[in-house]
């Protein structure tokens, strides 16, 4: 508190009746004094909360001692320093305040928390998301209105560090398209659980999917590494947090050998976690890289209309997910439909076969399997590949009977469709199109093959 050079004419001591007196006094530094004292009684801090001068409204608004109707009263006042100045003090005795031994005073001191949780004042907003944002005690509505905050200094603190913010809650935050910078926040999360690692790749967001990466606590399933391995090559910000990745396999790591800078490549042969015989291809990688020749064509039409294609480097294009030559390696193609013929008879084709095949760069067989399953023609699917036709690749895994989350691993891992333009699930996970959109995209497909 702010104290005066009042203080010395006060009394030590001073009486309810002495206080009710100098609380109605014409000087406001002796009533900005008096409501700054520990021991002045809370009925005259609350009358001091409505007077006139914001000064001494203040030193109510920093009084531990003030009642809670009077913190009611000072969450919506005009001036915002009184509300700044109650916002620091709430946020500092909220940890000390039991939700069931001190009931009534719990739900006051929420209400105001509540009302300066949607202060106009950005400044007020900002004090309660960083003193509450690691306290387990503070109030729920109050965590959830400032995780959902429209500006990012706000809603940030909440969403990286918060207890109170479960998975579900997450969950819905991630699908409800929150503002810019939101997923990040959340990526940030210690120990963030895979589901949630899910929905923030399948967000789109490349600088959340970087921040995620870069996360060492946070659970990434292999088939969601996979998807992001696949859709990296592009997109450079991805490639230092997957080479510092822990736990990667052989495999994951042999992959992002085949396109991260030579640094980087230096950065792989230096883990300590990998296994000789990985170790020895990396090394066998790094010098057939050194020696390989420019290439002679690249893919030259941008990916999406990505402005920066032109821009990336020779590996990165020479490696972008659709290859133009692989439709032409007939003896693969055959051998590849022949396998995926067999594993239909047996039973065996199904999603997670289709999964596994993208998972060790198997083009060949994961498009013989696919047509096959949809029962086209391979020169049909390959079409619808190469335009990067998204509905398509749904409408085709749905005919299939593969989940929507293959339907999106498909669009990334096959046509080479950026994350943030790939045709999203429901946020329950289901397609997103109804029955007759999948059958048009289906008709449309199977005229290209006529």
Known sequence: MSGSATDGILPDEISYTEAGRLARHGDSQIRSSLAGRPDIPEEVLYFLAEDEASDVRREVAQNDRAPRHADLLLASDSDPSVRTDLATKLCRLVPGLDPETQEKLYQLTEQSLLILAWDQLLRVREILSEALCSVASAPQTVIECLARDATLSVAAPVLRSS????????????????????????????????????????????????????????????????????????????????VRRP????????????????????????????????????????????????????????VDGDPDWADRDPVSRRRAPVDPDWADEDAVQETAADRAQAMLKAGTLDESALADALAEGDRAFAIAA???????????????????????????????????????????QLAGIAPDETVRPTDSGEYPMDRQELLWQLGFISGEGN
């Open 163 to 242: 207890p109170l913010l479960n998975d579900d809650l997450l969950l819905e935050i991630i699908n409800s398209g929150p503002i810019r910078g939101a997923l990040g926040a959340i990526a940030d999360r210690d120990g963030l659980k895979a589901p949630l690692a899910d929905a923030i790749f399948s967000a789109g967001d490349t600088a959340a999917t970087a921040r995620l990466l870069a996360n060492p606590s946070a659970q990434i399933r292999e088939e969601t590494l996979d998807m992001i391995v696949a859709a990296a090559p592009p997109i450079p910000d991805w490639h230092d947090p997957l």
């Open 247 to 302: 736990r990667l396999s052989g495999r994951v790591v042999r992959h992002i050998a085949g396109f991260v800078a030579a640094n980087l490549l230096e950065s792989l042969q230096r883990r300590t976690d990998l296994d000789q015989e990985t170790l020895d291809e990396i090394a066998e990688i790094v010098e057939q890289r050194l020696d390989e020749p420019a290439p002679e064509r690249t893919v030259d039409a941008p």
């Open 370 to 412: 696919f047509a096959v399953k949809v029962e086209l023609p391979e020169s049909v699917l390959s079409r619808t590949i190469a335009m990067r036709n998204g509905k398509g690749i749904v409408a085709l895994s749905w005919k299939a009977g593969f989940s929507m989350r293959f339907a999106v691993r498909a669009q990334i």
